[in-house]
């Protein structure tokens, strides 16, 4: 697949060229080359992301950092079988129960909910950081919701990290999930108040819990590009000016401009 040249694989988390030291230097440069590319595309065009992520694990396919792009591109592709088999490989090479929240999540991708909330009670949890049991708690209410279990879902949500005024990484997203799920429960006051909290913590726009928030203040937002169509359900034409008045048009502009040259 085609890299344009301003890729160079410096770009890369110095990790991740950590690991990469095992191989040939040249093949090294391609392998960083490909992920770069998959850290790039992930978000705006998986499948892209996904391509490259094949040629890398072509090329190095010993190498954890590759093996774990490699899931997240499957993953961002809804290949949750494929994910699932490199988040685990990955986790083998490392030891690494980072990659636990979102093995638990593929679970959900592949229709086993009940696999995920065994993972969420496994002990490898108590293993990760705040944002990791956050993260896994957040895949353990999907779970629940997979199962409609809405009222298990919103206590599973329901935490001190939910409750602090503290913003962290990962406040806007908990927020919003709890905000969700609460109107999903028919709770929508609740919901209202918690779309807005989620607002207040998304500096970054990684939510639309704005543009809920607005659906339920009940905020229609119009095209400005749109045209107004008139009674009869048309868009209206513009009106071409008669000749009579253009010819109108240019004797005063005329006159206008005689005027000006006496001055």
């Not at 206590?155 to 005024?165: D, G, H, I, K, R």
């Not at 905000?179 to 709770?187: I, M, P, V």
């Not at 207040?200 to 590009?225: C, I, K």
Request: charged residues 35%; glycine residues 6%; aromatic residues 4%.
């Amino acid at each position: 697949m085609p890299i344009p040249e301003d890729v160079t694989g410096d770009e890369i988390d110095k990790d991740v060229r950590q690991e990469l030291l095992s191989l040939p230097k040249t093949l090294a440069d391609d392998v960083a080359r490909n992920l770069v590319m998959v850290a790039r595309l992930l978000d705006e065009d998986p499948e892209g992301a996904y391509g490259y992520s094949r040629v890398a694990l072509r090329l190095a396919s010993r190498v954890a950092a590759v093996r774990e792009a490699a899931g997240f591109a499957a993953y961002a592709s809804q290949k949750y079988g494929e994910a699932l088999a490199e988040f685990r490989a990955a986790k083998r090479m490392t030891g690494n129960i980072d990659l636990w929240p979102v093995m638990a999540d593929c679970e959900r991708g592949l229709g086993r909910p009940e696999k995920a909330l065994d993972m969420a009670g496994a002990p490898e949890v108590h293993k990760l950081d705040k944002a990791g049991q956050v993260e896994m708690r957040l895949v353990a209410a999907g779970a629940r919701r997979d199962l409609g279990q809405l009222d298990a879902a919103i206590v599973t949500l329901q935490s001190p990290e939910l409750a602090s005024n503290s913003v962290q990484p990962w406040t806007a997203r908990l927020r919003y999930a709890y905000a969700d799920a609460l109107l999903a429960a028919g709770r929508e006051s609740e919901a209202r108040e918690w779309f807005a909290k989620a607002v207040e913590a998304d500096r970054d726009g990684s939510t639309d819990a704005s543009d809920r928030l607005a659906e339920l203040d009940g905020v229609e937002f119009m095209d400005a590009l749109v045209e107004v169509e008139d009674e009869d359900g048309e868009a209206p034409t513009p009106s071409t000016p008669k000749a009579d008045e253009v010819a109108d048009e240019d004797e005063d502009e005329a006159e206008v401009e005689d005027e000006n040259d006496k001055d």
